[in-house]
């Protein structure tokens, strides 16, 4: 069983950063890859970021490409996703989703957290 827990989500002014950690409760967590989703009001849910499970091959959407970085600790079984120059169109829900391959589609993972929203105001 593997339980995905995100939080770091809020309210933030556009240009401004947060940090969204995904802890995930696994005895083998070095062993997932691990990825970030947004779906945000009316849309269909997105690929944003997702990385091995070593850490050594990351992927992001185009949009976030230079602003949003993806990170790993092995040591305390927490991905983050540092997200900077936040802009209006990055407000969503944040989901975090594991999975023992690596993927950048929904249907490539089966554990999924709840979700965190991040609201970025003007």
């Known amino acids: 069983q593997v339980n995905l827990v995100e939080s770091g989500g809020g309210l933030v002014q556009a240009g401004g950063s947060l940090r969204l950690s995904c802890a995930v409760s696994t005895s083998a967590f070095n062993t997932l890859a691990v990825a970030w989703f947004r779906q945000a009001p009316g849309k269909a849910r997105e690929f944003v970021a997702a990385i091995n499970w070593s850490g050594g091959a990351t992927d992001y959407t185009d949009s976030v490409k230079g602003r949003f970085t993806i990170s790993r600790d092995n040591a305390h079984d927490t991905v983050y996703l540092q997200m900077n120059s936040l802009k209006l169109e990055d407000t969503a829900v944040y989901s975090c989703?594991?999975?023992?391959?690596?993927?950048?589609?929904?249907?490539?993972?089966?554990?999924w957290g709840q979700g965190t929203q991040v609201t970025v105001s003007s």
């Open positions: 989703a594991a999975e023992r391959t690596y993927g950048l589609r929904p249907y490539n993972y089966d554990y």
